[in-house]
């Protein structure tokens, strides 16, 4: 039987600093910060050691915790000559280590919602919710291991408990512009959001990372587009460059965020020039599309000739809805362009 | 009018509705005489009137389906095709092709980005043939649907497009404006052949009644069948009455958990075996119950619709069980009613909301994948739902919890969107998974996926006692009291990080199981108050939604059809209604559901 304990793949730290964490009188404790050789910050460890207790029984357990810079649990690997066992000293398999690193990846496991009681650590556990049973026992049974209940317990608090917000502080305070350029070229959504919240808390220090923002507003997290989407500050949308960048993004980006987009577009006046590249129809576009885009075109000021062609090409649609909602709109636009009121009238002959 | 201007008129009338019928050629796709690879849903038959064909191949093109058409004659046509875009984000991926005697015509169907069902015009074909082979070419796998085509002589002429006007347009074209075909006339006719039915018809026909059971699709078993395949759940072995969970437990084939890729752990087979071997009870597969005749209070008779053939049948009954989950017999006959949740005011219960709302537990269609010997691609599904490393479901079949519905669509006439909806969930996160994480699933091919929605709650008809929470804590034994129920008040809501990423369009459910002592339920939950000779049994029994948590499960629906079977028998013994038996026979009801035991004379 293969028992390979996990190793940690993290890179070795060049320094280390260290903190000194109390979450309260009798929880006092230290966490690592790995720094590499610009002295940047990488990730945090802590050698732990902690007794597994229930009722009065315990035995110690010694384990390396990992998380990122804002207290998200990474992995974990051990002292030389340490191992888990499980309530008859069982030593873990391969697929037990396996399962413990998805348990404690789980920042949303029901271990967060019940207290140690509520657990009940048997080697077979009962099929079905019915009356005679528990409740918790089908629930909480994929979400720990048989024969280690209580150390999968005590391990997930430690991994996803206090020591995240106490991370995060810690982060805070060493948090720079490299620091922010690093969390958004990586590839940890959580760094994303984070970089995210302070450039858009501090709009000057948009210009510095708008490529990097707008590389992330079409990449492939639609989740954090649309989070930066709806966060993206008003002062920034007047500034027609950006209105432009914006357009240009919106035409490569999935039909789901593009309805989005065009949601938030009708809460701005647009530079002639971008309303110009908005207009430019593509063969995907379907009534929806059009219905977002016209709510946009009706709350400008001004529109340019190419809205008026845009749309009198939406007449010949095969999509009765589009064809109407563009002659509707033509009328309240009142074209002067002959060619364009030609194909109006050929329209509500047909 | 003279007699030779009426005989004229008589005669013109004559010519123009031959003429007329000569003028289209109809043909409901589910009517096709080789499917291929196509399916029949009928699932939104209560909505548009119609089964269609759907192409159901998870991402991979399905055969063709294909019937012989007769024309009038030789010569040039016009065809029209009813289909819809069941995906407009922009355009679906639900693409087919007609084919008319091999030629496949240019025109794609099912992406143009609208979703209404419509007639799309097919254009002109010319045909040296009176007889002509039409065939449905599905291009992508992903759930192409057609519900009719249409061939007329006539240029100018469009079928109609909304759905009274096409209503009384398929009756006039199906010829269903004649009179339905007689059944035959039954002591008991059950609606619905999931749990609850089957077993009402098997309990009903072992005790002698003559009893027809109509299920509107190919096997038995509904939810617990394998094109839904959830497992059942509830005990039996708790039953205050030890005759009931019998037949349940002949039909029960085992546990093969929720949405097993292997179809035959879910008992198709077995539950007919047991259905057939009943003397006085007549199977109708495929027939779908859309209307009923009633006379006062009381129903007289139900008409049912073959799927596939659209042939209507008259099926006549002194009573009538409604086990179809959805309440549709009860909703035709005016049966009361409640959908959706009630208010904590009204009921007193403390698991109630605060105000009455739709709310209502959602649809599952489970689906799962296999390991195959080499590296398999999925293909790319931009109209579906979008996942990233932030956010998906990484495992490779489903459980319970994909399930849609909730506040957000209406189980019943959005059934089809809620189906839609889990689809572009499932393929959509498949692809994330094939794309991003080829360690696990590189192997890894789609293997089911179920079509059937997998409901849970619709429509609950009320009886003379409505069941509630309070009933279920309390344990209260009333003097009708029979299933013995076990299952926790089991409420899904929508997972919260679900919502967090998919609000209103949640697909993702979570629940908290309250657990509650054994309990039982009153015959009185089981018939309608206002119809007079209705049985319910299966979801749609007289509860509150809250107690419905509890009621809901396959084997305890399963012994309220046993239930219902037995009362049928008191109902017919003594030429009673329902609630006759619980007001006049109660005792001999009881006598039949305890176990007959032994009397020791004390002489």
Redesign the interface.
Known sequence: MNKEKPISKLPKPVSIKTFTIEENDTTIYQVNLALDSLNQPLYYFRNIFTPVCYTNKCHPVYINFYWDLLGNFIEYDFPPDKILTKVDHDPFQDEDYKKLLDILSNK?SLLKAYKMEELVDTKSLN??????T??TLK?IKNEVIDGAVYTCYTLWHIANGEVKSEISKITEGIADKTLLSAFLES?N?YYHYYAIDKIFGQPDLFERFEELILQRLSG?????SKYILENFPGDLLIDAEVQEELVKIFKKV???LQIEMLEKFSTIQFSQEALKLLSESSE??????LEKKTKVFSMQKELPKEVQIYLSNCLES??Y?ISELAYKTLIDIQPEDKSIRKKMDHFIQE | MNMKKQISLIFLLFIATVTFGQEHVFIETESFEEKGGWVIDQQSFDVIGSSYLLAHGMGKPVKNASTSVNLPKAGKYYLWVRTRDWAPYPKGPGKFKIVIEEQSIDIVFGESGNDQWLWYSGGEFETKNENVKISLEDLTGFEGRCDAILITKSKKFTPPQGNEELLKFRREMLGLTDAPKEAGKFDLVVVGGGMAGTCAAISASRLGLKVALIQNRPVLGGNNSSEVRVHLMGRIDKNHYTKLGRIVRELDNGDPGNGNPIAKEYGDLRKLEVVNAEKSLSLFLNTHACAVEKEGNNLVAVIGRDIATNQEYRFEGKTFADCTGDGTIGYLAGADFRMGRESNEETGESYAPEKADDFTLGTSNLWASLERDSVCHFPEVPWALQFSDEYHIDEPKSDWQWETGFGNFNTITEAEQIRDHNFRAIYGNWSYLKKNKPEEYAKRELAWVAYIGGKRESRRILGDHILTQMDIEEGKMYPDGCVTATWTIDLHFPNAQNSKYFKGEEFFASTKHIRVKPYTIPYRCLYSRNIGNLFMAGRDISTTHVAFGSTRVMKTCGMMGEAVGYAAYVCKKYNVNPRGVYENHLDEFIKIISEDLPVLSSE
Do not use: P
């Open positions: 949303n099929n079905g919710v019915d009356a005679v528990g409740a629930t590839d959504h492939d997290n639609i989740f954090l999935s039909y789901n995907s576009e379907n009534f929806k599309i095969n999509d809805r």
